[in-house]
């Protein structure tokens, strides 16, 4: 069982809604979160990282539930472009070696 | 350079020969990784270096050998490639003493082993 886990979707939403990932982790030490967007072919890039008070880029939030061990993205407003993968990822940073778990991922379709 | 490079971008390979993967990152990040992505099992890490001249193994390491000479650069070998090791490579870096430790990812190597 992966330490981190992912719905792998696809989610397939009409431009303009609001669409909701979820994230589980299992190790409560963790204490860094992220979530990164991947394109088809294409690497991994830092889409944001995750604060514990939540925090907010335009149309994506981020938020962070220590109690349950999860971490959410919530993407409003959906754009054509927002179509790609989304990875989340969670660092323990264990004695002082900052490697970080990525979920599968989970793919997101936004269509006309 | 801005960023990593990997090279080469893809490569197909006879199964028992040798093949080394590059990385080269300019931004003098100390941590470094290797991981391998295949089509429903997500990023794997293979190998990482906390530093130059320390690496470690990661979940999948088998089958494969990294050395961290230099802080620039942190390259992956496949001693004697098998047709398992077909997959998207992708090198990464990171500098725990900056705030949020995000990883920065090369854009990636197709290795293809017949």
């Known amino acids: 069982r992966k330490e981190v886990e992912q719905d792998p979707g696809p989610f397939n939403v009409p431009e303009g809604a609001t669409v909701a990932f979820n994230c589980t982790y299992s190790?409560?030490?963790?204490?860094?979160f992220f979530w990164y967007r991947q394109d088809c072919r294409k690497e991994p890039k830092l889409l944001m990282s995750?604060?514990?008070s939540g925090n907010e880029d335009g149309r994506f939030t981020a938020q962070l539930n220590r109690a349950s061990q999860y971490i959410s993205l919530l993407i409003r407003d959906s754009k054509l472009s927002d179509s790609a993968t989304y990875l989340c990822?969670?660092?323990?940073?264990?004695?002082?070696?900052?490697?970080?778990?990525f979920g599968r991922g989970t793919s997101l379709i936004v269509h006309p | 350079i801005a960023g990593i490079t990997q090279a080469p971008t893809s490569q197909i390979l006879a199964a028992g020969r040798r093949m080394t993967l590059r990385c080269t990152q300019d931004?003098?990040?100390?941590?470094m990784y290797w991981y391998r992505q295949d089509l429903g099992l997500g990023l794997r890490l293979i190998h990482y270096?906390?530093?130059?001249?320390?690496?470690g193994k990661g979940e999948v390491p088998d089958g494969y050998s990294v050395s961290r000479a230099n802080t620039d650069d942190f390259p992956l070998t496949l001693a004697s490639a098998v047709p398992s090791q077909t997959s998207v490579y992708f090198c990464?870096?990171?500098?725990?003493?900056?705030?949020?430790?995000?990883?920065?990812f090369g854009p990636g190597t197709r290795l293809t082993v017949l």
């Open positions: 270096s906390n530093t130059a001249g320390t690496t």
């Open positions: 995750v604060y514990s």
């Open positions: 990464a870096s990171s500098d725990p003493g900056l705030p949020g430790n995000e990883q920065f």
């Open positions: 931004m003098r990040h100390n941590a």
């Open positions: 190790n409560s030490a963790s204490q860094s």
């Open positions: 990822a969670v660092n323990d940073g264990a004695g002082g070696s900052y490697i970080p778990t």
